[in-house]
């Protein structure tokens, strides 16, 4: 049996054939008001272009992350009897994750005091002061030259 996978371009979302070099994400979420949420609020942020592909279950997240066709992986940390987690390469930095808030790299661009946080006891994301005590996870970034996911 195949695994349930929903494709998602919307209207106001280009496809791939519309722009040389969109930034292709594969979420990987079981619940559809999330990915509405994903979905519409990439919307709303217009550039860059994006093509956001939607995969409901664990299973479905699993095939496409094999095919190597994204630049950004989004996952839901629940994912019915699967973890999030469990969908990285082995040998990756996540391991002993607390439920906790983390620290983003990024800061909030309406305020340059603030920066994004992260929620990882309930995915929340949201903007705290710099000045305020939260866990940090450092992760070193690189190209996916696709010896992994």
């Known amino acids: 049996m195949k695994p349930t996978l929903t494709s998602w371009p919307s209207e106001h979302m280009a496809s791939p054939q519309a722009d040389p070099a969109p930034i ?3 979420l990987v979420e079981d619940d ?9 609020t990439l ?27 994204h630049d950004l992986y989004v996952f839901d940390y629940r994912l019915g009897a699967h973890t999030g987690i469990d969908l990285l390469p082995a040998g990756h930095p996540f391991s002993n994750v607390q439920s906790s808030v ?3 790299a990024t800061t909030f661009a309406t305020d340059p005091t603030f920066a994004w946080l ?10 705290g002061s710099k000045t305020s005590g939260f866990v940090v996870w450092c992760v070193r970034g690189g190209h996916n030259d696709g010896s992994q996911y």
């Open 24 to 26: 292709r994400i594969l």
């Open 43 to 69: 919307e709303e942020m217009g550039t860059p272009t994006c093509f956001l592909e939607w995969a409901r279950t664990y299973e479905a997240g699993l095939q496409l992350i094999h095919e190597h066709r």
């Open 102 to 104: 983390y620290w983003s």
């Open 118 to 127: 992260v929620a990882f006891d309930d995915g929340l994301v949201s903007a």
């Open 32 to 40: 559809e008001d999330d990915h509405i949420l994903i979905r519409d």
